[in-house]
């Protein structure tokens, strides 16, 4: 599985950013104690994780100082078939839901959290969730989508060359 994790936090003048490591995850507060230590070398209480895995499914995760992290799958029918995204609906109490046992067509993605998460930096929840549902649009890109309008869409893009 091909998994691109990286952790943002605003410093006062600029967002700056580092990819994550992410493999070894157990729990939420493994992630949480990750974003919570990149947000305070910063001087900042506020933390964003964006993850994509396999070109199929984006996660993004939310902390600040005073709160438990904040979740959102584009997809949380990939709990089943992924560690990290195991981890993260299990965390914000997501149902997974059961997958048919058929052929042909893919079903639908089906997004679950928190989709208001980032209402303060410039994507509403129905943004995020078009971006999830919306045919053709690959995690990579809804993620772009999100950084750009959140004020660092250029040092992702930079990380992701």
């Known amino acids: 599985m091909s998994t691109f994790a990286a952790v943002f936090a605003p410093d006062g003048k600029a967002w700056r950013g580092t990819e994550?490591?992410?493999?070894?995850?157990?729990?939420?507060?493994?992630v949480a104690d990750v974003?919570?230590?990149f947000a305070a070398e910063?001087?900042?209480d506020l933390c964003l994780l964006l993850v994509e895995a396999d070109d199929e499914w984006f996660a993004i995760v939310r902390t600040e100082e005073s709160g438990?992290?904040?979740?959102?799958?584009?997809?949380v029918r990939v709990a089943d078939d992924h560690p990290l995204a195991r981890?993260?609906?299990?965390?914000?109490?997501?149902?997974?839901?059961?997958?048919?046992?058929?052929?042909?067509?893919?079903?639908?993605?089906?997004?679950?959290?928190?989709?208001?998460l980032l209402t303060d930096l410039g994507m509403t929840?129905?943004?995020?969730?078009s971006l999830?549902?919306?045919?053709?649009v690959l995690p990579g890109d809804a993620l772009a989508a999100v950084a750009e309008r959140a004020g660092f869409g250029e040092l992702l893009d930079d990380m992701r060359l």
């Open 20 to 30: 994550a490591e992410l493999g070894d995850v157990e729990a939420v507060d493994d």
């Open 42 to 44: 910063r001087g900042s």
């Open 87 to 116: 981890v993260l609906s299990e965390a914000s109490g997501l149902s997974v839901p059961e997958q048919p046992e058929s052929a042909g067509a893919r079903p639908a993605p089906a997004p679950e959290g928190d989709a208001d």
């Open 125 to 129: 929840g129905d943004e995020l969730r």
């Open 132 to 136: 999830s549902t919306g045919g053709g």
């Open 68 to 75: 438990e992290p904040r979740i959102y799958l584009s997809d």
């Open 35 to 37: 974003m919570i230590d």
